[in-house]
Nanobody, 121 residues
Framework: QVQLVESGGGLVQPGGSLRLSCAAS????????MGWYRQAPGKQRELVAV???????NYADSVKGRFTISRDNAKNTVYLEMNSLKPEDTAVYYC???????????????WGQGTQVTVSS
């Protein structure tokens, strides 16, 4: 019913920047919160940033001041601008959103397929 397609990952040197995108498509009635998570090898998946339907944002302490989350409601897309990247930011990044499909009274959580971000010299 709802599909998420991520893009923008890759290899970048320390101090560099990347911009991740996640576009939602399908039979969507409404989208509430949209967020980004990451999972490094051998570690649990962790929240990176989230943006509510009203535009409020919240960030993990480790990325505050370096990452910026934003959304384009007309395009059902969420972005993650990542600056001053560090090797410890290396992980698979997943987008997540809370959405209500058309014809449904309830909201569900959906995950993207993940995109690899590698920060290395």
């Amino acid at each position: 019913q709802v599909q998420l397609v991520e893009s923008g990952g890759g290899l970048v040197q320390p101090g560099g920047s990347l911009r991740l995108s996640c576009a939602a498509s399908g039979r969507i009635a409404s989208i509430n919160a949209m967020g980004w998570y990451r999972q490094a090898p051998g570690k649990q998946r962790e929240l990176v940033a989230v943006i509510t339907g009203g535009g409020s944002t919240n960030y993990a302490d480790s990325v505050k001041g370096r990452f910026t989350i934003s959304r384009d409601n007309a395009k059902n897309t969420v972005y993650l601008e990542m600056n001053s990247l560090k090797p410890e930011d290396t992980a698979v990044y997943y987008c997540n959103l809370e959405a209500r499909p058309l014809g449904s009274a309830s909201r569900n959580y959906y995950w993207g397929q993940g995109t690899q971000v590698t920060v290395s010299s």
